[in-house]
């Protein structure tokens, strides 16, 4: 098994075609499907069912293409970390910002390092807690934001912000941020609520029983945007972050309002693996990060968000 099996492995899983693969290696066909084959003889499995629809992963293909992707990823970032400068900060850098957050951070997070750590190669991934813990666990991260989380045993969690949600409803109901909504209220109106076991659909749940009532829902989505779209819809109201519905509250699409009785907040940390010893390269992007964060706060653009992430007895 060397490195030119694995990147051929890697690329026919990710296109789904061998003829695909050997024009992104650079090869010859027959090299690649020769590379496939000699993986499956030394390993005694077959890697990939040759379909009419092309080339899919067998169950143990699929464990073999997740370990030979991280393989793949440390290798090119020990290729990246090779400094040809002393003092350059050079690596590659995973980073995982939450689905509500991206829009505010993505941007100046990419142009702060372009500025001042241009050996850095980011990769950003956006998605909901939940899923960036897991990918954090797995490997598949060098850092995150997280929320409902505090260190555990193979994850250290810097608190960096608090922020208080908001219900979210059609224009038409006319809610303002300077009128906090009773949760029994927001209660009263179909609600579009995120997955059960979604760390969000917890904090609401949390809210729902202190406040000794029932929510009446409406729909299920693990889609931030679904949620907000299905608002506008006239399909209920919903509850976010003031942060992921700041934009649609400016252009009118939405309005919104704190929740209160009780209000209802979420802790954001910034999460990275105990093991092992961290690269200059993510240690840098990770300040980069918290001073994003901070600076985000400081010039009123986190709507409701306050610097730490301790709360008080009636906060989620």
């Known amino acids: 098994m060397d490195f030119r099996q694995l990147k051929a492995l890697v690329t026919v899983a990710e296109v789904g075609s061998v003829t695909r693969a050997a024009e992104l290696l650079h090869l010859v066909q027959p090299a690649v499907t020769r590379q496939i084959r000699t993986l499956e003889q030394e390993l005694g499995v077959a890697l990939f069912e040759r379909t009419r629809h092309g080339m899919r992963p067998t169950a143990a293909g699929t464990t073999l293409v997740e370990r030979a992707r991280r393989a793949l990823a440390e290798l090119d970032r020990a290729r990246a970390e090779i400094q040809p400068t002393p003092g350059v900060v050079t690596g590659i850098v995973t980073v995982g910002l939450l689905d509500s957050a991206s829009d505010l951070l993505a941007e100046p997070l990419v142009s702060a390092l372009a500025r001042d750590h ?28 997280l929320y409902g989380l505090e260190s555990s045993p193979s994850l250290n969690a810097a608190p960096l912000v608090r922020e208080r ?112 010893r961290m690269p200059a390269a993510v240690e840098a992007v990770a300040r980069e990060l918290t001073r994003q964060v901070h600076s985000a706060v400081h010039k009123g653009r986190w709507p409701s968000a306050l610097l730490g992430g301790t709360g008080t007895a009636q906060e989620a």
């Not at 899923?131 to 666990?137: P, R």
Request: aromatic share 4%; hydrophobic share 45%.
């Open 165 to 276: 949600l908001w219900v979210a409803a059609p224009p038409s109901e006319a809610l303002s941020g300077d009128e906090p909504v009773p949760f029994a209220e927001a209660a009263t109106r179909p609600l579009v609520m995120p997955a059960a076991g979604h760390a969000l659909r917890t904090l609401i749940d949390g809210a729902a029983a202190r406040a000794g009532v029932r929510v009446a829902e409406s729909v299920q989505t693990n889609s931030m945007r679904a949620q907000k779209q299905l608002v506008r819809a006239g399909h209920g109201w919903t509850i976010l972050p003031a942060v992921g519905i700041a934009a649609d509250v400016a252009d009118g699409s939405l309005s919104a309002a704190p929740l209160s009785e009780p209000d209802v907040w979420r802790s954001i940390v910034l999460g990275t693996p105990r093991a092992g």
């Open 118 to 145: 241009p050996g850095v190669q980011l990769r950003l991934l956006t998605a909901y807690s939940g899923h960036l813990q897991q990918w954090l666990d797995d490997g598949d991260l060098d850092l995150s934001l």
